[in-house]
Nanobody, 115 residues
Framework: QVQLAESGGGLVQPGGSLRLSCAASGIIVGINAMNWYRQAPGKQRELVARISSSGSTNYADSVKGRFTISRDNAKNTVYLQMNSLKPEDTAVYSC?????????WGQGTLVTVSE
């Protein structure tokens, strides 16, 4: 059974940084594409960052140059390093993957960027 568990969210001031973690079980992050999504209040969920099985990365235009997705194969964990945070980055951030045609989500972690 695939399980994804996010952590690392919280309250941060504009310009600050946070690192989110997604600990995976039942799946090997090193050989599966892993995604970070976010959903802000009243808005549609959007793909923030993706790391492929080969290690290539893609980002939403709104976070390019500020966010970095990475993985630690030994810990079977995917990270999202978020720098220069803005109030508009406030959202619930969720880890996601697709395996054998099934889509899996973590419970999400709330990031609030505010004074």
């Amino acid at each position: 059974q695939v399980q994804l568990a996010e952590s690392g969210g919280g309250l941060v001031q504009p310009g600050g940084s946070l690192r989110l973690s997604c600990a995976a079980s039942g799946i090997i992050v090193g050989i599966n594409a892993m995604n970070w999504y976010r959903q802000a209040p009243g808005k549609q969920r959007e793909l923030v960052a993706r790391i492929s099985s080969s290690g290539s990365t893609n980002y939403a235009d709104s976070v390019k140059g500020r966010f970095t997705i990475s993985r630690d194969n030994a810990k079977n964990t995917v990270y999202l390093q978020m720098n220069s945070l803005k109030p508009e980055d406030t959202a619930v951030y969720s880890c996601n993957t697709i395996r054998r045609g099934f889509e899996y989500w973590g419970q999400g972690t709330l990031v609030t960027v505010s004074e």
